[in-house]
Structures are given as C-alpha cells and as structure tokens.
RNA sequence: GGGGAGGUUCCCGAGCGGCCAAAGGGGGCAGACUGUAAAUCUGCUGUCUACGACUUCGAUGGUUCGAAUCCAUCUCUCCCCA
C-alpha cells in the first residue's frame, strides 16, 4: 500500500494538483517535500499536528520531509482564512518561535543523517532584492487571478494591505527556492494553503520547467464544521507549559460522538479497521473510543507515561469513588489555611475563577464543590480541617478540578 | 491627494445627552436531562470590601448638574474618486 492510499485512507487529502502524476512518483521514487510553518507562536498546536502526523508518514514510507519554518514569512502575515489584519510580530519573537517550532518538530520528525531537513525561509527571503525578485517572480503572477483566489475574497471586504498580497509570492518563492536547492518537488499544507501552494507549484513549473506537486489536507474540524483544538484558553498547545498534558487528554476525552473515528483517522497510527471498529461503537459504548483516543493522541505528543497518568487522573475523577490520581495540582503552605482561607480567594488562587463574582455566580448555582459536597455560602473558610494527609480537591463544575497539596 | 462612512463590553451588533454596566445574537460558564458526548431546556456572563461603590463604549482634552451619546485634536479601518 502506497503512502498515498494510506493517507488517503486515514482522510487527509482534501485537494491535489495531479493525482495520477503525483500517485505514481510517490510510488516509483523517494523524493523531497515540504510542509511550511509560520512561527505565529511560540508553540506548535494541534492544528500543526496534523500536518506533522503527515510528515511521519510520508517519512515512514521512505520520502524526505523538509520542515519550512517561516522566519521571513512570518514576517509579512498570512491573509489565507484571516478576516482581520495580523499582529506584526518583531524579528526577535519571530526567531524565538522557530527555534521552538524546531525544538517540536525534532521530537516527532527524525533529522539525523539528513533522513530529514529544516529550513528557514528568512535565509532566503529576509536578503531579496525587491526589483530583482519582482522581475523574476512577480512577473510570472498575474493580479487578476490572485484576486480571484479563495484565500482573498473574504478579505475583498475588509481590506487587505499590499503586503500580505504578496504572502502568496514569497511562499511560491520559498518553494522555487527549494526544488532548487534540495530537488523538492511536493508542497503539503492545510487546505487553507491551497492558493499559496498553486502559486508554487506553477512557478516552479513555468520558470524551471520542473515538476511539481502539490496536496493540501483537511483542516481539523469537528462534525459541524467548527475549528477543532480550541480550549477557553485558546488553542490546544504542544507545549505542556501551555496546555497540560492532563488538560490535552481531558480534551480528546470529550469531545463530540461524530468526531471520534476521524480524529482516531488523523491523529493517531491506529490501524484502520480499528478505527472504523472504535468509530462505530454505539451509545456509552463509545467511550471506550475516546479514552483510546485520547490516550493515543496524549502519548503521540507527551510520551507514554505521561499519558498514563492523565488517563488514570481523569478515570480516578470520573469514578466516583473520590479517589485522587494526578489532578493538576497546585501547592501551597500550611501558614495560608492556618486561619482559614475564603473559598474564593482559595479558587481565584488556584486559576478555577477569574474573579469573586464569578465564583459568587457559580456558588449560586452549585457550580463549587469540595470534598464532594457543594458550597453555598460565599463567606466560606477552608481550613487544615479540610484537607486529608494534607491534600483538598477544589472542584467547579463537573469537570474541572484542582488539588491543592500542602507543602511545608 | 479629494470626498464619504465608521471604531461600543470575549466576538458580531444595537444605542446617539440622564431610565446605560449598555438591547439582541454568537461564544463561554453553571444547572436539569444524559453516556464525562451531542441535542434540548433554565440561569448567569465588567470588577469589588456588593441592596452600594468603582472601571468600561479607539486616544486625549473640552462643553454640561450629567456624555458611549455634543465639540476639538489625534489615531486606526473601510468605501468612492484620482
């Protein structure tokens, strides 16, 4: 089976630029290709995962990955899928993120013995000579059609500066660049790339007359369409300083029914008759598939003993009988609940509220327990009475908590 | 460069001198129901030392007993013309 059926079995591809052509280099050859990424953060998410997971497969079938870290593009801003303009990041947070980008990227992608390469288009794009690079590439686009591309129409409306209009030119240019230098022939991405990528592989096509690929993959989104790996907090984070590796589980946990075989598809190396058969499962039943998931995914990306312990956290909670596992915890000393400590400002310290008034609220709704039983008075004091061998869990809702371990 | 329209709470979007912490929707949170899901229903959704006080309607100054609402300057965005 061919890389491409398996990628095409597991439901990545959404669009490509010459499937039969593109199905049978992938077969005959091993060959070089690249997925870019923009150091917008100072870490990758799960949105980036998917586009990983398509690099470890594409590795494991023999291809050679090159991870593109956008240290001169990110300099200019993406418009592709944006309704409003991008922060302008300086040049110093933007080599900050692609060195943690890299840092990512090496635990999933093998780099040794050049089994793998990553760049950076600022080697390239941060020294171009504006007339020289308008004569060559800027030339070979025409305005009329860029226009009429998908990745502009939303921003017909609200406005779009000349510089994120030329995003497209330099992405083109980046892979122009890299069929030059490392016989790069195939650009993937995520389908919002899908325009930036035909820019490239036509250039490459009518300036080296060379051959050129590309494929974009499905966007994470859930069964209705929403963008996926979202939190309050903002996106799911590989970084376990961002989001916890507790918090990555709880999420993959509970997400919705419909979603389950996909994300087992996209996310996890499963085989695929698993998948379809956890996919399947009906009712309560489908939990099973979610803790699976969610235990996959977690180990992916944390390692195996840290999703262990996510996993038996989360069962420990759910199981009623109050045991505690490895709950996020949060310390603090025995001389802050000497006295007593208000129950809010207890929450508000822990991160469970953001304010008085929103815990005031959620006591009003039986939203705060400890121990179990729900709080009703705003006034009041957790005391050393309330811990056992030293430990009190702080729970909101149904399923958010938080344990506090004395120390001292 | 000229002309026009705008910047409102997490987002969209009403308000256009006091009744405005600001309609409505979305999102979020909680409760009921359930499978820890979805859907549905209900409540909440600026902060606090809380029947009151304080901070918010692009920024800064001003007019007024009183401003998100009026005036001036600044700033940003969009549209039309060149």
Same mark, same amino acid.
């Given at each position: 089976?061919?890389?491409?059926?398996?990628?095409?079995?597991?439901?990545? !591809?959404?669009?490509?630029?010459?499937?039969?052509?593109?199905?049978?280099?992938?077969?005959?050859?091993?060959?070089?290709?690249?997925?870019?990424?923009?150091?917008?953060?100072?870490?990758?998410? #799960?949105?980036?995962?998917?586009?990983?997971?398509?690099?470890?497969?594409?590795?494991?079938?023999?291809?050679?990955?090159?991870?593109?870290?956008?240290?001169?593009?990110?300099?200019?801003?993406?418009?592709?899928?944006?309704?409003?303009?991008?922060?302008?990041?300086?040049?110093?947070?933007?080599?900050?993120?692609?060195?943690?980008?890299?840092?990512?990227?090496?635990?999933?992608?093998?780099?040794?013995?050049?089994?793998? !390469?990553?760049?950076?288009?600022?080697?390239?794009?941060?020294?171009?000579?504006?007339?020289?690079?308008?004569?060559?590439?800027?030339?070979?686009?025409?305005?009329?059609?860029?226009?009429?591309?998908?990745?502009?129409?939303?921003?017909?409306?609200?406005?779009?500066?000349?510089?994120?209009?030329?995003?497209?030119?330099?992405?083109?240019?980046?892979?122009?660049?890299?069929?030059?230098?490392?016989?790069?022939?195939?650009?993937?991405?995520?389908?919002?790339?899908?325009?930036?990528?035909?820019?490239?592989?036509?250039?490459?096509?009518?300036?080296?007359?060379?051959?050129?690929?590309?494929?974009?993959?499905?966007?994470?989104?859930?069964?209705?369409?929403?963008?996926?790996?979202?939190?309050?907090?903002?996106?799911?984070?590989?970084?376990?300083?961002?989001?916890?590796?507790?918090?990555?589980?709880?999420?993959?946990?509970?997400?919705?029914?419909?979603?389950?075989?996909?994300?087992?598809?996209?996310?996890?190396?499963?085989?695929?008759?698993? #998948?379809?058969?956890?996919?399947?499962?009906?009712?309560?039943?489908?939990?099973?598939? $979610?803790?699976?998931?969610?235990?996959?995914?977690?180990?992916?990306?944390?390692?195996?003993?840290?999703?262990?312990?996510?996993?038996?956290?989360?069962?420990?909670?759910?199981?009623?009988?109050?045991? #505690?596992?490895?709950?996020?915890?949060?310390?603090?000393?025995?001389?802050?609940?000497?006295?007593?400590?208000?129950?809010?400002?207890?929450?508000? $310290?822990?991160?469970?509220?953001?304010?008085?008034?929103?815990?005031?609220?959620?006591?009003?709704?039986?939203?705060?327990?400890?121990?179990?039983?729900?709080?009703?008075?705003?006034?009041?004091?957790?005391?050393?009475?309330?811990?056992?061998?030293?430990?009190?869990?702080?729970?909101?809702?149904? $399923?958010?908590?938080?344990?506090?371990?004395?120390?001292?």
């Amino acid at each position: 089976m061919s890389v491409y059926d398996i990628l095409e079995e597991r439901g990545y !591809i959404e669009q490509n630029t010459h499937e039969t052509e593109l199905r049978e280099v992938l077969e005959k050859k091993n060959i070089s290709f690249y997925i870019g990424f923009d150091p917008t953060a100072d870490s990758l998410h #799960v949105g980036h995962f998917v586009q990983v997971m398509v690099m470890m497969h594409m590795q494991k079938a023999g291809h050679r990955p090159i991870a593109l870290l956008g240290g001169g593009t990110g300099m200019v801003g993406d418009p592709s899928g944006r309704s409003d303009l991008r922060q302008v990041m300086t040049t110093a947070t933007i080599d900050q993120n692609c060195e943690n980008f890299k840092n990512q990227l090496s635990r999933f992608i093998d780099f040794s013995e050049g089994k793998a !390469i990553c760049v950076n288009n600022a080697d390239w794009l941060r020294d171009l000579k504006y007339i020289d690079f308008l004569r060559e590439v800027g030339s070979q686009f025409s305005v009329n059609r860029m226009l009429t591309a998908e990745c502009f129409k939303s921003r017909m409306e609200h406005g779009l500066s000349f510089l994120e209009f030329n995003y497209m030119l330099m992405q083109s240019y980046d892979f122009l660049e890299l069929y030059r230098r490392y016989d790069c022939q195939l650009q993937l991405g995520g389908n919002d790339q899908w325009s930036n990528i035909l820019g490239g592989v036509d250039l490459v096509r009518r300036l080296d007359q060379g051959q050129a690929f590309g494929m974009t993959f499905k966007l994470l989104a859930t069964s209705e369409g929403t963008k996926m790996g979202k939190t309050a907090k903002g996106a799911l984070w590989i970084d376990e300083e961002k989001t916890t590796p507790y918090e990555f589980y709880h999420y993959w946990r509970n997400i919705a029914d419909a979603d389950v075989e996909n994300c087992l598809a996209l996310l996890t190396f499963l085989p695929m008759d698993e #998948v379809h058969r956890l996919g399947a499962l009906q009712d309560s039943k489908i939990n099973e598939a $979610k803790e699976i998931l969610a235990f996959e995914i977690t180990k992916l990306i944390h390692g195996e003993e840290k999703a262990k312990k996510a996993e038996e956290a989360e069962r420990a909670l759910f199981s009623k009988n109050g045991a #505690v596992g490895e709950v996020p915890s949060v310390e603090m000393s025995e001389a802050d609940f000497k006295d007593g400590m208000n129950i809010l400002d207890v929450y508000i $310290k822990v991160g469970l509220i953001s304010s008085k008034g929103d815990g005031r609220r959620l006591i009003q709704q039986n939203g705060i327990k400890i121990k179990g039983t729900a709080i009703t008075d705003f006034n009041y004091m957790i005391t050393l009475d309330d811990f056992e061998d030293g430990k009190l869990l702080l729970q909101k809702g149904k $399923k958010a908590f938080k344990q506090i371990m004395i120390q001292g």
